[in-house]
C-alpha cells in the first residue's frame, strides 16, 4: 500500500507536466530506477500492488519559503509525501526519496536545481499498523505481504515459489527472478532491491571467505525457462 501526495507551486509544472509526474510516481517500475532491464516485482504481485497505489496532486494557492511567498519568477518547489505502513517506512525511506526527487527534477529545466538547494522535499509517513483500512477492514503490513503474496501460493505449495527473506512476499521461481545462492539454500527475492539490501546486510555479517559464496545466479538451467 502506497499513497503519494505531490504538492507543487503554482505554474511550476503544466498540467500535462503534473499528469506525467503524478504517473511515473505511482508507476512501480520506477521504483527500479525506472530501468527496463532491472528485476521487477512478479506480475502478478505487481497487479495486486498497483491497485494499492495512489497518487495526487496539490498545487497550493500560497506557499511561504523564507517567510516569503513564492511567485512565479522564484525557483519551483515541491513537497513529496509518501505513506507507507509504518514498518516498511525505514527500509524504504532511501528508495523512495532518490525515486521521487529524480522523476521531479526531470521536468525542471534546471534538473540538478534539487540536487543544490532543498527546492524537492521527501517526507517518507509510516502509517501505524491497524491504521491502515481496505475491504472495508484494518489491514497490517503483514495483511498486504499476503495480498501480494496470494496469487503465488498455488506456486509455493508445488515448490514453484519462495518468500522473499527481506518483506515476506512470495516469489516465483523462474529465469527472471532475483535469486542468490548461499551456502547451497537458494533465496529468491521480489526485486533486485530487495536482494541488494539483502547481500548489503550478509556482506556486513560475513567473513570474506561466505562472501565468495553468495553470488547471485540465474534459475536458468536450475529450474528451467518459465516465462511470467
Known sequence: MMFIELFVTAGALDPAQRRRVAQRLGTIQELGNGEPDQEQMAPRSAAVYADMFQVVVHEPEVWVVGEKVLTAQDP?????RVHVPGPWRKDLSETLISYATRIIADEFEDGDLPYRRPTVQVHVMGVTEGSIGMLGKAATSDDIVEMLSKPYQEDAT???????????????LDESTATVELDGELFAFCCGGCRTEFLAKREKAATPSDLDRARPRPLSGVFGSRPC
Do not use: I, Q, S
Open 158 to 172: 508445488a515448490g514453484k515459489a519462495l518468500r522473499d527473506p527481506m518483506c515476506g512476499v512470495l516469489v516465483p
Open 76 to 80: 519551483p518547489h515541491c513537497l513529496v
